[in-house]
């Protein structure tokens, strides 16, 4: 199938970015369009607005970037610019780019400087394999040196999403550098073996403060899948009162550094649901309750995430009605006045990518269900592989939307057959 981009209701009024022929005349004849990205979003009630007023919402992919080497995947095998292209050919608007925390410790610890990318991947796959990976991203990349750092890399990728026209969401996935997410990895809950709420505070007001380089930025989340520990002494604040403690001030940690990027917040139980802050009901074991004037000043900033995972779902009624109840509901105009309105993503959700997965009720039902509320998402996962999973090298994805060397789609039939359409659905 030919690939075509679909334009978005008002993009189409849009001239693209000043070229070399670019003048004040030019500007005077365009003054109605404004440049792309046209931030900073802000939210009214379920939607998401531009600096126009335009609605806006993302369809899109995950791009992981918080494993054990903590740069951006893929990059030994494809440049950037060949990713982001990949992801623009399929008409999507954005990148859930995740980070974590432990990059942001290392800088601090090593005086402001972060580490380089030849150090990085000898650390996470030694000697001999590190070296020959960061050889071939090199070759892939030449723009990189061995003496290029990881938060460099971050930079290019935002640079090029911003070339390309794709925004990016910013996603605290972890603490520790490693694959995520379960209850026994140390990074479960705020206390939590490698999750310290100093570090991570600490940790959201660099990304937020350096991210302010990145024009693309429109958006950050607070932490990937809150969940409850197996083990230690955080499971005793595994509750919604805690979490909406933790949330404040994680919140206020992105806004006092960037007050124009959306600040996204996530449910327990792994992200999967946020039914007592959309309810407008007490956050247990408390009677306390959500309440928007906590965030004074930037209650418009605010945007509900799920993650959703039901893939042996049978039936797509019952699969819509758990969405809905999860945190769906917030977009629902006919919702009685007690519920509170945000807009509500679904930031992760994802499936084998073989020929006959996509045709199945879980995948059929998501692509026809969040273009019909006109919900964001992003689907996990853009990898076809990773640096390193769970201490296997070379890890192969077959949930990535790409193959191994990230050179083409994993799945056509699926990009064919179902995904152009959901994306162009979603942003029409
Ligand atoms: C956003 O979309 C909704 C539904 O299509 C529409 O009712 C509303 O007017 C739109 N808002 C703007 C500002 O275009
Ligand atoms: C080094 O890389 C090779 C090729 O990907 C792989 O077979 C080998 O297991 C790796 N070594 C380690 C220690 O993982
Ligand atoms: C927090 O960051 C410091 C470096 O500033 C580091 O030494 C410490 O181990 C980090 N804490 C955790 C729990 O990772």
């Not at 992801?87 to 925390?101: F, Q, V």
């Not at 460099?152 to 640079?159: G, N, P, R, W």
């Amino acid at each position: 199938m030919k690939l075509s981009f679909p334009l978005l209701g008002f993009a189409s009024l849009c001239i693209a970015a000043p070229g070399p022929g670019y003048s004040e005349q030019h500007d005077e004849r365009i003054h109605h369009a404004a440049a792309w990205p046209n931030g900073p979003f802000v939210t009214s009630g379920r939607w998401i607005h531009d600096a126009s007023g335009a609605n806006v919402t993302y369809a899109g992919a995950n791009w992981p970037g918080a494993a054990d080497v903590m740069i951006p995947e893929g990059l030994q095998y494809q440049s950037i610019a060949t990713i982001v292209s990949k992801i623009k050919s399929l008409g999507m608007n954005s990148i859930r780019l995740t980070y974590a925390i432990q990059m942001i410790d290392e800088i601090y610890s090593s005086g402001g400087k972060d580490v380089s990318i030849q150090k990085a991947f000898v650390q996470a796959l030694g000697q001999a394999n590190g070296t020959r990976v960061l050889n071939q991203v090199l070759a892939k990349n030449p723009s990189f040196t061995a003496s290029t750092t990881r938060l460099e890399v971050f930079d290019a990728v935002a640079a090029e999403c911003a070339k390309q026209q794709i925004y990016v969401h910013l996603d605290n996935h972890i603490s520790k550098g490693t694959w995520c997410c379960s209850a026994g990895d140390g990074n479960s809950w705020w206390g939590d073996t490698y999750f310290s709420i100093a570090n991570w505070t600490r940790g959201l007001s660099y990304m937020a403060e350096h991210g302010k380089s990145w024009p693309n930025l429109m958006s950050m989340s607070l932490r990937n899948e809150p969940r409850e520990p197996a083990s230690g002494l955080a499971r005793s604040t595994y509750s919604w009162q805690s979490w909406y403690t933790y949330i404040k001030q994680g919140a206020a940690a992105i806004h006092s550094s960037n007050p124009d990027v959306l600040i996204f917040l996530s449910g327990l139980s792994f992200d999967t649901f946020l039914t007592p802050v959309v309810q407008n009901t007490a956050l247990t074991p408390g009677t306390g309750k959500f309440t928007f004037a906590d965030f004074l000043g930037y209650a418009d900033k605010l945007v509900l995430e799920i993650h959703n995972y039901e893939n042996s779902a049978s039936s797509c009624s019952s699969l819509q009605n758990n969405l809905y109840n999860d945190g769906f509901q917030a977009m629902d105009p006919s919702a009685t006045a007690s519920i509170n309105k945000f807009p509500v993503m679904l930031t992760e959700f994802g499936f084998q990518m073989d020929s006959t997965t996509w045709k199945g009720v879980y995948a059929s039902c998501l692509a026809s269900y969040l273009p019909a509320q006109k919900a964001g998402w992003f689907i996990w996962v853009l990898s076809g592989s990773y640096y390193i999973r769970s201490g296997t090298q070379d890890y192969d994805e077959s949930w990535g939307l790409l193959n191994h060397d990230w050179s083409a789609w994993r799945s056509p039939s699926y990009v064919d057959g179902a995904l152009l359409t959901m994306v162009k659905n979603t942003l029409s």
